[in-house]
């Protein structure tokens, strides 16, 4: 694999997964610094990507499907990537302010459910927002 990340872009799934995570991550940072894309934090903005990638590239269900729903619905892959990650982070905020966080199991399950629901005009909607 080439020693750079394009989100535009969908990384070959066993060469990916070779990486260690470090390096996808830094990839990542390192596509964002390129392109001058401001973030407050770089480096979180990078981990998502790469947890996204690495859904797609384990070929998490639910993640895949909307990846091609979502570029059906007109978004490009970047987007498509941010949209997912959207709904991974408010998940993953939802489990760490929980009084009782969900069992591995449910938790992975209402994330699931949330990726399925989502659709590009609710990542309009939310990048609109910002």
Known sequence: MTNYYDPHVSPDAEEW????????????????????????NTKVHATFHVIVENQIAEGLVSVVRAMDRLARQGLDRHDAIHAVAWVLSQHVYEQMNAEQPDDKDVGNARYAAAVERLTAEDWRRQASAE
């Open 17 to 40: 997964l070779l990486l260690d995570e470090q390096d996808r991550i830094l990839q990542a940072e390192k596509y964002h610094k390129k392109r001058g894309i401001r973030l407050p």
